[in-house]
């Protein structure tokens, strides 16, 4: 039995490897090279899914950068901490650059013996047919304009703005949030002397992009810069896709979901999604039965809803913090800092944070 991939970007690849691991052959398909994959990227991914990723996917520990804290900040309040999550001096958090993620996952995955990987022309669709069970992890292929169009869109009218800085070396394990008075800016650290930074900024500022460098400067109030790396930006946009399958074709990664990056939790949702997913597939075999688009129906069935109400959840945090931004008051920043001071309520978001719903 060989399982389908389209596309050949990091998530087609984690799922790839995470299949082979299991002795299940994939062949991905592509369309286009991906050769456009920036060095100044980062992800956050918590605790469980880098305990899950080496166990079932690669070892990625040494190129993950842990962080033992997070502090949470905000203009309103000047140098007062809203919040912070820490768990006993022990890792909570990890950062890694994507490239290296891709990189290591792309070599461990290329030698692997139920891998195989071909581009092809997705313009004649007949391919579908020769499988069982095709995944989408391309958001830009004509499958995904075919069959994957119905979406719940938000659009932020909003870039995010990303590079990495060098500074002079410190102790650097706590991330920082700081939701300023134009969006929030996000301190990630990746080793004791360089830490990615996202600062999420509306488009109705003008020439944020000539004075972006500055504004990381006025901002940060913890490292003596050397160097910020070239700036990347994107468009801020919240998806949610209608249905997660067509027949036999099942759509992944991005194409389900895409949110705020102000909670680090984008690529953290896919890796749940593999290990549902993953859960699923072995359970089929277990029995005996035949990997076929019963999985994406079971699939849908399991993490549909636990993904809306994830996705709802970031893009309420937004929108907290976005009218504290608009109204320049105070209240909600304090109400936040009540919230701090109760355990309970700090260690359920923390689990929601590292595992997800767990309803």
């Known amino acids: 039995m060989t399982i389908c991939i389209l596309g050949n970007n990091l998530t087609a690849l984690t799922l790839a490897k995470a299949l082979t691991k299991q002795n299940i052959h994939v062949d991905i398909l592509y369309s286009k090279e991906n050769l456009n994959i920036s060095k100044t990227r980062t992800i956050g991914i918590s605790k469980s899914n880098t305990d899950f990723l080496s166990k079932n996917v690669i070892n990625i520990n040494k190129i993950l950068w842990k962080l033992k804290k997070i502090e949470i900040f905000s203009d309103n309040l000047k140098k007062e901490k809203l919040i912070d999550f820490e768990k006993s001096n022990k890792q909570i958090f990890s950062i890694v ?4 993620l891709y990189q290591i996952i792309k070599q461990g995955l290329y030698k692997n013996k139920y891998f195989k990987s071909k581009l092809i022309s997705t313009k004649n669709l007949s391919f579908i047919n020769k499988y069982k069970l095709v995944i989408n992890c391309d958001p830009l292929n004509v499958v995904t304009k075919k069959y994957f169009h ?15 800085i060098t500074h002079d070396k410190i102790l650097n394990n706590t991330a920082v949030q700081i939701f300023t008075n134009k969006g929030p800016l996000a301190f990630l650290p990746i080793s004791n002397v360089q830490t990615s930074v996202v600062y999420s900024i509306p488009n109705f500022y003008n020439k944020i992009e000539k004075n972006i460098e500055k504004l990381i400067r006025e901002k940060n109030l913890k ?3 050397k160097h910020i790396e070239k700036i990347n930006i994107f468009d801020l946009i919240s998806i949610n896709l209608r249905s997660y399958y067509n027949n036999n074709i099942l759509a992944f990664g991005d194409l389900l979901h895409k949110i705020h990056p102000l909670a680090g939790q984008g690529f953290n949702m896919t890796i749940r999604d593999i290990k549902v997913l993953l859960d699923i ?3 089929k075999i277990e029995v005996g039965l035949p990997l076929d688009k019963s999985i994406n129906i079971e699939f849908q069935n399991r993490v549909k809803h636990k993904n809306l109400i994830f996705s709802n959840g970031v893009d309420l945090i937004h929108e907290f913090f976005n009218l504290e931004r608009k109204t320049n008051s105070k209240f909600l920043s304090k109400s936040v800092q009540l919230i701090n001071k109760n355990f309970k309520i700090k260690k359920i978001f923390s689990k929601i944070a590292d595992n997800g719903v767990l309803f």
């Open 223 to 225: 490292y003596k810069i």
């Open 97 to 100: 650059k994507n490239y290296e």
């Open 281 to 283: 597939i072995k359970n």
């Open 150 to 164: 119905k979406k719940l869109l938000k659009e932020y009218n909003s870039k995010a703005y990303t590079t990495i």
